[in-house]
C-alpha cells in the first residue's frame, strides 16, 4: 500500500499582508512548512499559524529563506556558509519558541525559495543549511529533493531526510524545478496535476518539461499555498490519494516507516 505526507508552504502574511488560505488549506493537508520571518510572517503570523496547525493535528516544520521579504526570498543572495548555518539558527529556533509556547513538537525543516534551488545543487550551501539544522536539533528532519545535494550533505550528517515532489511546478530532466522566470513552471490545470502526483507516487516519475520520462522519490507532495488555485488543488489532490486508497501521513510517520 503506498502512503504519503502532504505538506503545504503556509504562515507566509505579514503585518497587514494576507498571503494564501491557511485556515481553509490547513484540514487537507498533513504537515505544514512554517515562514520564520525572513522571507515572509512576523511573530504574530507565526504564533498563530503553529496554534491553528495544532488544532488541525497537522504536524509543523520550519521553512526558513534568505533574509529577503521584499523579493519573498525568491532573489539569490550570496551569504557565507557561516552566514547561512546562523540564519538557519535563528530561523529554526525563533519557529521552535512558538512551537514550546503551544506543546507543538517541531517536526522538520524545508528551506525556502531561492535558498532551497541553490543547495540542491551547491554543496556548500546544502552543508551550511544542514549544519544549521543539526545544531538546534539533530532529530529533525529535512525535506527536500531526493537527488539533490541537501539530501547528501544531510546524509552525511546523520540527519534524517524525506523526498519531497511538487504537485504543482514543472521539472528539468535533471530533476530540479523548473525557474518561475520559464513558460510553463508552474502547473495550473488540475487534472494534470493530480495525474503528476499519481504518477509520481505510484509510479516514481514524472514527466519533465521537455517530454522526457525522468525518475523521483515521493515521501511528500507539495501544493503552494500561495498560489490562486491552492485550495482548490488541494482538496482534490487529497480526494484523488484517498480514491486511490493510497495513505495521507504526516511526515515523521512516514519518515519512520520507511528506514
Known amino acids: 500500500m503506498y502512503s ?6 503556509l504562515g507566509e502574511s505579514f503585518g497587514n499582508y494576507t498571503c494564501g488560505m491557511d485556515q481553509e488549506i490547513l484540514p487537507y493537508i498533513s504537515s505544514a512548512n512554517v515562514a520564520c520571518g525572513f522571507h515572509a ?4 503570523v507565526m504564533e498563530q499559524t503553529v496554534r491553528e496547525a495544532k488544532a488541525n493535528r497537522v ?10 521579504l521584499v523579493g519573498f526570498g525568491r532573489r539569490a543572495m550570496q551569504l557565507s556558509p557561516n552566514e547561512i548555518t546562523a ?5 529554526i529556533g525563533a519557529l521552535k519558541g512558538f512551537c514550546d509556547a503551544n506543546q507543538v513538537k517541531l517536526q522538520h525543516v524545508k528551506p525556502h ?12 550551501i546544502a552543508k551550511a543549511i544542514c549544519e544549521g539544522i543539526a545544531a538546534v536539533d539533530d532529530k529533525l528532519i529535512l525535506l527536500a529533493p531526493g537527488n539533490s545535494q541537501m539530501v547528501s550533505a544531510a546524509k552525511a550528517l546523520g540527519l534524517s531526510t524525506a523526498n519531497e515532489v511538487f504537485a504543482d511546478r514543472a521539472y528539468e530532466e535533471d530533476g530540479s524545478l523548473v525557474s518561475r522566470k520559464k513558460p510553463g513552471a508552474m502547473i495550473t490545470d488540475e487534472e494534470e496535476a493530480i495525474t503528476r502526483v499519481l504518477q509520481m507516487i505510484q509510479k516514481g516519475t514524472v514527466t519533465s518539461i521537455t517530454g522526457k520520462e525522468i525518475e523521483v522519490q515521493a515521501d511528500s507532495v507539495c501544493v503552494h499555498g500561495d498560489s490562486p488555485a491552492a485550495l482548490s488543488f488541494v ?3 487529497r ?6 486508497g493510497i495513505l495521507i501521513v504526516p511526515l515523521g510517520q512516514k519518515v519512520l516507516t520507511s528506514i
Not at 113 to 124: I, P, T
Open 41 to 44: 510572517s512576523d511573530p504574530v
Open 4 to 9: 504519503i505526507d502532504l505538506n503545504c508552504d
Open 239 to 244: 480526494s484523488a490519494l484517498m480514491e486511490e
Open 59 to 68: 504536524r509543523v516544520g520550519a521553512h526558513p529563506g534568505f533574509p529577503d
Open 113 to 124: 525559495g531561492a535558498l532551497y534551488n541553490m543547495a540542491v545543487k551547491d554543496l556548500s
Open 87 to 91: 540564519s538557519i539558527i535563528y530561523q
Open 235 to 237: 482538496r482534490r489532490i
